[in-house]
């Protein structure tokens, strides 16, 4: 697996905002309008903007468009692409060559 760091920092950076994950636990249960996702957590509509623009920049989310209003979805590759970054980077690897940096 390839690491783009820049890219990794922006797909965590998705996670780390208590909004955001109100957003993907809204989104857990299927495609949402703005307009619903802006009547569950009480935020402004400027301020929805900047985290979905976060979420979607992240791969995490998809939005289309129908007429007026923006429809979001968790995207199954985005997260799966999540999913196996995490299991990576927190993949502990030893062989029987590694000694501690303050071994002598």
């Known amino acids: 697996m390839e690491f783009d760091e820049k890219k990794i920092a922006m797909i965590f950076k998705a996670f780390c905002d208590e909004n955001r994950i109100r957003i993907l636990k809204l989104l857990a249960t299927g495609e949402k309008c703005a307009c619903r996702l802006l009547e569950e957590i009480s935020i402004t509509q400027p301020t929805m903007s900047h985290h979905m623009k976060?979420?979607?920049?992240?791969?995490?989310?998809?939005?289309?468009?129908?007429?007026?209003?923006?429809?979001?979805?968790?995207?199954?590759?985005?997260?799966?692409?999540?999913?196996?970054?995490?299991?990576?980077?927190?993949k502990i690897t030893c062989s029987d060559n590694d000694q501690s940096c303050c071994e002598k």
């Open 54 to 90: 976060i979420l979607c920049d992240s791969g995490i989310v998809v939005g289309r468009k129908e007429g007026k209003w923006m429809h979001y979805s968790i995207s199954p590759e985005g997260a799966a692409t999540a999913g196996k970054y995490l299991k990576e980077l927190t």
